[in-house]
């Protein structure tokens, strides 16, 4: 079943049937009123490469169902590129089927965009994209307002929007348990290790889930502050409720260049920088690690592989050190020779073995059997497409999704499961990711 019915946003925010033209207009502002205004977005982007904020709701589009690859590719490239801009050009014409042809008459910065967020399991519900109405972009120093209506937009329409005022001190964070115990989610690890020496499956992530409440609602800008400021390397996002700091790049794609960073293999870091040191140089040459990575990048290789040329892969992989883990890395860039949106590479390379495991089929079963939570969007393709198909999608992980009240949220954390893996280790491990997301609250 495919559910792709597109929205346009009302006055309430709900949305009534597409149907028209939207149009859009892009001023550029100066790059410290957008600085000041980006990390109040109702949907938030912030990147090393731009940062980029959305309010209202100008598109909305539902894409559920296990044909949402299609859907993503048919309903929303289509829609952003024939929103009408204000030079009267449909800005993606001349750069999505000519990926090596004149640059696109508007800058990057100055396209419309869609945010995304996208569930784990292809056949759930929730996944999402949205076409703000107004949205603020920055890059390398400059910024651009761009809003989007569907009536011909005037100069005079195109402002940053006011600014939300902060909630303030929220209440007592409250830890209400997990969907399954800890003890439960150590026996589905050593199940998993079973089954993987039997020859049954290659590796398999599981993950599990914290809940968390507050007598008040959480302040979602100042929780996303908070993880932009303490991983400022990370892909830093919110999109309807979820709100995270990944890591993990799944795709960019500028132009015709393709970039994705494979993350998988973990630990701690030191106490001071020789233990460190010592940490990483044993995290780069451990085997039950080096097992867990190999399959991830492998499966980013694989889907690329038909798409692109010139694909270059790490030989060996390097180290990623954030602020509470240090991960192994390995970058994987090439040049597409066919004409592919961002969007659309997330949908093909989702879920990597970095998230579902290999034999990505069988793996994908063993965590049905095993895992008791529902991951929604966690551990799912998040991020943004422009008009011209360019994007950056990252995996949804270290995050947390909030209700309609941002009152409560479930906090999420996996670990790749391979044959050496130990089940404490493992529980350890995601501890140490929950605490990313458990710092910002």
Request: with cysteine.
């Amino acid at each position: 079943m495919i559910r792709a019915t597109v929205r346009r946003g009302g006055d309430d925010g709900a949305g009534v049937s597409a149907s028209g033209p939207l149009w859009s207009r892009t001023v550029e502002i100066d790059d410290a009123e957008a600085a000041a205004a980006v990390g109040g977005g109702e949907l938030c982007w912030l990147a090393p490469s731009c940062e980029i904020a959305g309010w209202g709701v100008a598109l909305r589009t539902p894409v559920d169902g296990v044909r949402r690859r299609e859907v993503a590719a048919d309903v929303i490239a289509h829609q952003l590129s024939t929103i009408v801009a204000d030079n009267g050009a449909t800005p993606a014409t001349t750069t999505l089927p000519q990926l090596d042809a004149a640059p696109a008459p508007a800058p990057p910065g100055a396209r419309p965009v869609a945010f995304a967020s996208l569930s784990f399991d292809a056949g759930a519900s929730g996944s999402v994209a949205v076409v703000p109405r107004t949205t603020v972009q920055r890059r390398g120093g400059r910024a651009w307002v761009t809003t989007v209506a569907d009536r011909p937009v005037t100069a005079a329409d195109v402002r940053l929007p006011p600014r939300t005022p902060e909630v303030g001190a929220t209440g007592r964070v409250r830890y209400a348990g997990t969907t399954a115990a800890e003890i439960a989610w150590i026996e589905a690890v050593d199940r998993a290790v079973r089954r993987i020496r039997a020859g049954d499956v290659e590796k398999v992530v599981l993950a599990r889930d914290r809940l968390v409440y507050s007598d008040e609602p959480f302040d979602l800008p100042r929780v996303l502050a908070r993880l932009h400021a303490r991983f400022p390397s990370c892909y830093t996002f919110r999109v309807e409720g979820l709100v995270g700091a990944s890591p993990e790049l799944l795709i960019r794609r500028a132009g015709a260049a393709v970039t994705s960073l494979v993350l998988a293999g973990t630990a701690r870091r030191g106490a001071d920088p020789e233990e460190d040191r010592r940490i990483g140089a044993q995290l780069e040459s451990s085997t039950k690690d080096l097992a867990e990575h190999r399959p991830a990048v492998d499966s980013v290789r694989a889907t690329l592989t038909p798409l692109v040329s010139d694909l270059d892969v790490e030989p060996r992989p390097h180290l990623l050190r954030l602020a509470n883990v240090q991960h192994l890395a390995t970058h994987v860039t090439g040049r597409l020779h066919t004409p592919t949106d961002a969007l659309s590479l997330a949908t093909r390379l989702h879920p990597t073995a970095a998230v579902g495991g290999t034999p990505t089929d069988r793996a994908l079963q063993v965590i049905a059997e095993l895992e008791t939570i529902d991951r929604g969007r966690y551990a799912g393709p998040v991020g943004w497409v422009d008009a011209a198909g360019d994007g950056e999608f990252a995996i949804a992980l270290r995050c947390a999704q909030f209700d309609d009240t941002a009152a409560s949220a479930r906090l999420f954390a996996g670990a790749g499961i391979v044959a050496d893996s130990l089940p404490e280790s493992e529980l350890e491990e995601t501890r140490l990711k929950l605490r990313a997301m458990q710092s910002a609250l």
